[in-house]
DNA sequence: GCCAACGTTGGC
DNA sequence: GCCAACGTTGGC
């Protein structure tokens, strides 16, 4: 049987609220609280072992820290269920999920942050999704070859 | 803090 | 099904 290729993504997280550090310090975290349909069907087509490059928005320059791996693929985000969290989903019941997670790994923090300044003038990381103008998607694939540029920079 | 751009909601 | 109003995201 034939491995299925490994998958490049984009991950984003306000850097106040959740940080490359606190991966590090966490190892391990269930990537929750994604409340936007283009990017649950992103995380529904994540794969397990597929990397992530782990970007801090919010805040001046936002920019990519480091690299995450997928350790387990998406199921229903216990979030929506919960009525005290900020994230819960009336609409949603354990029978109907409407929101998915799934659970990344710590790999490495970049020596390095790559500002988003950097990326919009390297010519490898033009067509990165979210450089277009308007987009706010939290999760957003990478190319093979936007993903090793992002690592080689930030390594 | 501002505001452009986007997604969602709800009236019709 | 359209679209105005609203809320949110996120760079600056």
Redesign the pocket.
């Known amino acids: 049987m034939k491995k299925d290729p490994i998958q490049y993504w984009l991950l ?1 997280s ?1 850097a106040d609220c959740y940080s490359i550090l606190d991966l590090k310090k966490d190892k391990k975290v269930a990537w929750t609280d994604v ?4 990017a649950r069907n992103f995380l529904r087509s994540m794969k397990k072992n597929d990397v992530c490059i782990f970007y801090h ?6 920019g990519a820290a480091g690299i995450a791996r997928v350790v387990k693929v998406a199921y229903p985000d216990p979030t929506q269920f919960d009525k005290k969290s900020e994230f819960f989903d009336p609409k949603a019941t354990k029978e109907k999920s409407i929101w998915d997670c799934v659970d990344i790994s710590f790999v490495k923090k970049f020596n390095k942050e790559i500002s ?2 950097e990326m ?1 003038i390297d010519p490898a990381l033009q067509s990165m999704i ?1 450089l277009q ?6 999760v957003t694939p990478l190319s093979e070859r936007e993903a090793s540029r992002l690592i080689s920079l930030g390594s």
Do not use: D, V
Request: net charge positive; charged share 30%.
């Open positions: 984003k306000e409340r936007n349909f283009q928005s919010n805040k001046t320059p936002p988003i300044n919009r979210i103008k308007g987009s706010r998607l939290s």
